[in-house]
């Protein structure tokens, strides 16, 4: 199976470090990759770096066999969504326009827009009736269902996600993580997800990443990790998550 992304020798640094050392990864169509790691190891980068909210340093990232550039990024953005960390809604506009920006930017018609609305509250299963709420006047699970409509709104082929999840309390979150699941399976979804959670990691990932320090430490199951860990941080990372370590 092709890779619909990939990233080669893809560096990036500060001028107080280096945030993302020559880094080399492939994410294949039709799976889930999961990037994990300590805060501040690059994961976060890394996403941003392939939807071009900043630049590399240095390196190539193709997307789809063609070479991400500033001259395409903006016509190859409506074939990527993007759910930031905590939902990053509009305050100021209802559940309905959140969703709706992009398609309405791109002057789609509103019939279209109506029924792929449908869709989404269908398959995210968000009630329809909540979609005149403004994002106070929702929780923080359904804020972030409908920030995954705006993601999923122009059927993107590439998903990235950045800690989705992470603000949720935990029987929310193990809700969302079902059905962000089942969504996924459901639409054969290419997904690029943030986690700094080993279980989350091991519950979405047909491929796991751990990073450190800006590399790459290990990629590939987490029996992989568990069992053949590359390096002793390898297994101090999976020893101090010790529900998975133990599993």
């Given at each position: ?72 990024i903006e016509i190859l953005r409506r074939r990527i969504g993007y759910v930031i960390q905590e939902g990053g809604l509009f305050p100021h506009l209802t ?22 609305l449908s869709e989404l509250c269908e398959l995210t299963r968000f009630p329809e ?119």
């Amino acid at each position: 199976m092709s890779a619909l992304v990939q990233l080669v020798d893809v560096t990036k640094g500060y001028t107080d470090a280096p945030a993302l050392h020559p880094t080399n990864l492939s994410i294949e169509r039709g799976k889930t990759t999961v990037l994990i790691g300590p805060s501040g190891c690059g994961k976060s980068t890394l996403l941003r770096i392939i939807i071009r909210l900043i630049a590399p340093d240095s390196g190539t990232i193709d997307f789809d066999g063609s070479q991400i550039t500033p001259a395409n990024i903006e016509i190859l953005r409506r074939r990527i969504g993007y759910v930031i960390q905590e939902g990053g809604l509009f305050p100021h506009l209802t559940a309905h326009a959140n969703i709706l920006l992009m398609a309405r930017h791109l002057e789609k018609s509103d019939k279209e827009m109506r029924t792929r609305l449908s869709e989404l509250c269908e398959l995210t299963r968000f009630p329809e009736n909540l979609l005149a709420r403004y994002p106070l006047e929702l929780s923080g699970g359904q804020r972030q269902r409908v920030s995954l409509m705006r993601a999923l709104m122009l059927s993107p082929e590439l998903l990235l996600l950045d800690e989705p999840l992470g603000a949720l309390d935990p029987l929310v979150r193990a809700s969302l993580q079902k059905d962000l699941k089942e969504i996924f399976a459901r639409l054969r979804q290419t997904a690029l997800l943030v986690t700094h959670d080993l279980a989350e990691a091991a519950y979405f990932g047909d491929e796991i990443v751990l990073m450190n320090e800006g590399r790459v430490v290990q990629q590939g199951s987490i029996t992989d990790l568990r069992e053949r860990p590359a390096n002793p941080f390898v297994s101090e990372f999976i020893n101090a998550q010790r529900s998975v370590a133990l599993a």
